[in-house]
């Protein structure tokens, strides 16, 4: 779900996790969730802001931006984007990552070069692995507004050119559960004892929480994972009691810890995604839609594409319609 950029942009791999020297605060109120011991602190902060994508389309990128938050190791771009027909995503190809769309309003067709259509509405969701190869194209399906998020996770070097799947979930098969004024909708991952069917070859988290007024929540996250919040809705204090406040459109990046810690200090819901995952630690080459290891592996695709072979055959012929 975006227009092709044919910048070359060559990524040095993380060794780490990002980190920070904020001390973790020490008068934590009674835990309500899981037990952390470490909480994890907000080192980055950064609000995303609008701009124009794919055809007439108009997104929001927080990671992926190239000055502010290339990438966060495995994850290559975060967009919320409001699509109003007949702008949106004509056909396009991806190799090398797996794109992760989930709707917030509104619904999405998609269609391939292999013959996969469908259309996801509010509350589900689409996992799709394009591996050595996908041509697809996303659309609007309705009228107004079509919102929804777009989240890219790299792939392996031993997965990059793994045939392309599709995991589709419908909202009413999203496991959701409810404590103390907190719900979770479980994407991928685990919470509140409830853990989602969805497979994560890059092994990944992905929750939708909504906080009413005056609740507060602790997650659990795996020390070595990198992890960020996306306010969705409202405002909430993450990772501090005493932090400032985040509101809708930020994208918060976590440091070390064992677990996320936060509160809904306003009057109104407090609704965003917590995603983490295990850092691959590769190099990382992006041409655009392709996101390869090496620049020889980037120009190898760029023939593949351009001579329909390798993964590319089907689009020689194939249009949407």
């Keep these: 779900m975006r227009a092709i950029d044919y910048s070359p942009i060559h990524i040095p791999p993380q060794s780490k996790p990002i980190s920070s020297s904020l001390l973790f605060f020490k008068n934590m109120s009674a835990a309500v969730g899981d037990s952390v011991s470490r909480p994890k602190s907000v080192v980055k902060k950064v609000l995303a802001k609008p701009q124009h994508d794919g055809d007439g389309a108009l997104v929001r990128r927080s990671i992926g931006s190239r000055m502010e938050l290339r990438s966060l190791d495995p994850f290559l771009m975060l967009d919320e984007f409001f699509v109003t027909a007949p702008a949106g995503f004509p056909d396009h190809p991806h190799r090398g990552f797996e794109t992760v769309t989930y709707m917030l309003e ?48 790299n792939l392996s070097s031993k997965d990059k050119m793994i045939e392309p799947n599709y995991q589709e979930v419908l909202k009413e098969d999203i496991k959701t559960a409810e404590e103390e004024g907190v719900e979770v909708r479980v994407i991928a991952g685990e919470a509140m004892g409830i853990r989602s069917p969805v497979y994560t070859r890059t092994p990944a988290m992905y929750l939708d929480f909504t906080l009413k007024p005056g609740a507060q929540w602790n997650q659990n996250i795996p020390e070595s994972w990198n992890s960020f919040v996306y306010v969705i809705e409202g405002e909430g204090v993450f990772g501090s009691s005493n932090s400032s406040p985040a509101s809708a459109h930020h994208v918060l990046v976590l440091g070390p810890g064992d677990g996320l810690c936060v509160w809904n200090k306003s009057s109104d819901e407090l609704r965003f995604v917590l995603i983490g995952g295990q850092p691959l630690n590769e190099p990382i080459v992006q041409y655009g839609p392709f996101v390869m290891n090496t620049q020889d592996e980037i120009d190898q695709t760029i023939d593949d594409y351009q001579f329909f072979r390798n993964g590319f055959e089907k689009g020689s012929y194939w249009q949407s319609q």
């Design 106 to 153: 509104g619904a999405f067709t998609h269609q391939d070069f292999a013959g996969h259509k469908g259309t996801i509405r509010t509350g589900d969701l689409q996992w799709m692995t394009a591996g050595r190869g996908i041509i697809h194209s996303e659309m609007p399906a309705g009228p107004g507004t079509q919102r929804g998020l777009q989240l890219w996770i």
